[in-house]
């Protein structure tokens, strides 16, 4: 607030009879602009600690001096999960062979199943599952697959995108199967 000092100025005259104008001064009280500039400074510290982002948490690959051996994994320790139309999952253990002898199909149901008998047969540092969801699969089964990963304290997989040798592998089995 602002307040006027009417007080007089010692009450000296100069000469008979004349009166000396009074001298005015201003006051002007910070209190307030204090008051309102540390709430704002403490509403401020508030909400950025709130503000705190959530995130997932990522494990990336260590930098290697030669690129491709940065993500190599050992064929022994690999199963390979694609996920197709209909709730269809299918999977392979190490690398695809050439005539998909190897190529074999399941369930959501049984595929833990699958996922648990590779970890204890597998050493786990390379213990490794790889998800590739098909053209034709959808996200409900695609964060089922992941939420299988999460049930089974699997440490290490990754999500890449899928070969049209699997595609075509998956279509084969699925027209046998009468999945439309």
Same mark, same amino acid.
């Given at each position: ?25 201003t006051r002007v009280d910070l209190t307030p602009m204090v008051d309102l500039g540390f709430l704002l400074i403490t509403f401020f510290i508030f909400?950025?600690?709130? &503000?705190?982002?959530?995130?997932? =948490?990522?494990?990336?690959? *260590? /930098?290697?001096? %030669?690129?491709?051996?940065?993500? !190599? ?24 062979? &050439?005539?998909?002898?190897?190529? =074999?199909?399941?369930?959501? *149901? /049984?595929?833990? %199943?699958?996922?648990?008998?590779? !970890? ?61």
């Amino acid at each position: 607030m602002a307040e006027m000092d009417t007080s007089s100025g010692g009450g000296h005259k100069k000469g008979p009879g004349v009166k000396k104008g009074k001298k005015l001064s201003t006051r002007v009280d910070l209190t307030p602009m204090v008051d309102l500039g540390f709430l704002l400074i403490t509403f401020f510290i508030f909400t950025t600690t709130m &503000s705190q982002p959530t995130a997932m =948490k990522l494990f990336l690959p *260590k /930098d290697t001096d %030669k690129p491709e051996e940065q993500n !190599k994994v050992k064929a022994s320790g690999a199963l390979t999960i694609m996920l197709g139309k209909s709730d269809g999952v299918y999977y392979y253990e190490g690398e695809l062979a &050439s005539d998909g002898s190897n190529f =074999k199909s399941s369930n959501f *149901k /049984d595929i833990r %199943k699958e996922i648990i008998d590779k !970890k204890k047969s597998t050493n786990p540092q390379d213990f490794v599952v790889v998800i590739k969801p098909g053209p034709e699969a959808n996200y409900k089964n695609t964060v089922d697959i992941l939420d299988e990963m999460t049930i089974n304290d699997v440490k290490r997989y990754a999500m890449v995108d899928i070969f049209d040798q699997e595609i075509q592998l998956m279509k084969a089995t699925e027209a046998s199967q009468g999945i439309k």
